[in-house]
């Protein structure tokens, strides 16, 4: 996990960043992950955490798109993780769940949701107690 900056320059024009797929017009920061190259602008090396950053030049290039993708038809959070918990349930296979976990955290980020937002989206609220189970 490495990262260099490089200064911009004509060609760097052609590329765009691999998290918001804006074409660079300043210069770009390049993060070795696994065997890949992501390019990144400014503005995401700013916004995102450096562990962020790594999880989505993964996501994105192992199922393609990017961040804000679908921004005119977003989907709420609510029905994201409705819609994962709901597949999660169907298949009641956990060795699915990381593969799953993987697509979940895609999704939002289609969508235009941070990893943190979708974290914060899943954590049960302080005051919430847990149902007793009867059986
Ligand atoms: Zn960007």
Known sequence: MIKTEIRYEK??????CD???????ENA????????IGYVCQQ???NFSKEDIYLIIDLF?????YF??????????????TEFYDRISA?????NTFEYNRKLCHK?????YTPKQLIQKMKVPKNYKLKKRTI
């Open 11 to 16: 060609s760097l024009g052609r590329l765009k």
């Open 19 to 25: 998290i918001c797929d804006t074409r660079f017009r």
């Open 29 to 36: 920061r390049i993060y070795k992950v696994n065997n890949d």
């Open 44 to 46: 995401c090396n700013d």
């Open 61 to 65: 290039k192992s199922y393609g798109g």
């Open 68 to 81: 804000g993708k679908f921004d005119d038809i977003k989907l709420s959070l609510d029905n994201i993780l």
């Open 91 to 95: 298949d009641g296979n956990l060795k």
């Open 108 to 112: 939002a980020l289609l969508n235009g």
